[in-house]
């Protein structure tokens, strides 16, 4: 039976890869490299640089274009029909490069257990059965951890809650009633700005442990604005930005803010 290993690699410093995802990238046969256009042409060739410093002798790359996302319709429905097409065209592939007895691996960005769809699509092309497939998941260094580190905060306060969700469900949801703490992803929209209280903390972090790391911190009425055009100047002058923030409720010490609304924030 072949084998699919899901390595998680952090943010593509070499210095964050664990050893299993070392070991598990010297045990591959076949490593699938996502191409995405030349907007993310460096996170392209990162993740080819740590398959030629750890992949061993015999290991073959293979390019594999990532068809687009439809731009309307309902977006679950839009996310859906992605992956179907992602899943077609990896198995595809798969079925073209994998011997038998083989291994294939994916390089995942941070950990692919966080708001990463690559499990969920290898799940779905082994439900499949047209290629007998086991799976393995490698555990990364992810940027909720690295976010942390940067800033040397502890993401809950005493006895209290992390709540992780993104800048979608953000803006159409708000926040749970009682939440302390929420660590918010895929965020292209500062949604902050207009779903965050102006005396909440924000803890910010871009391009996390690279060359390119960005870190801003204080209220959200003094650093927000701040934070809004150090992305945009990042993905101008990358093609792309990955970064990620930690939202907190309080006004100071270990004192409880007043728990915020769960109403969904205007747009």
Known sequence: MATL?????????PRQLTQQAIDAIAELDVALVLDKGADSGELRHLREQLLARFGGNR???????????????????RVEAWHEQRAERWEAVLRE?????????????????????????????????EIPLELKVIPGISSIQLLAAAHQIALNQLNGTIHITTGRRLRDEG???????????????CSFLQCAAPESEI????????????????????????????????????????????????????????????????R
Request: charged share 25%; proline share 4%.
């Open 175 to 189: 926040l749970p009633q009682g939440i302390d703490e929420a660590v918010v992803m895929l965020d292209g929209q």
């Open 97 to 129: 490069q994998l011997g038998a007895q083989q291994t294939a691996g994916m390089l995942v960005w941070g950990d692919p257990a966080f708001y990463d769809s690559t499990i969920r699509i290898a799940q779905a092309i082994k439900r499949r059965g």
């Open 203 to 266: 803890f910010w972090g871009a391009c996390l442990g690279s060359a390119d790391e960005q870190l801003i911190r204080g209220s959200v009425a003094e650093v927000g604005e701040q934070i809004r055009q150090a992305r945009e100047a990042l993905r101008e002058r990358k093609g792309w930005v990955m970064d990620i923030y930690l939202l907190r409720n309080v006004r100071g010490g270990n004192e409880r803010a007043e728990a915020p609304s769960s109403t969904p924030c205007s």
């Open 5 to 13: 290993s899901l390595i998680g690699i952090g943010s593509g410093d």
């Open 59 to 77: 290991l073959r790359v293979v390019r594999l274009s990532d068809p687009p996302r439809a731009a309307q319709g309902e977006y679950l429905a």
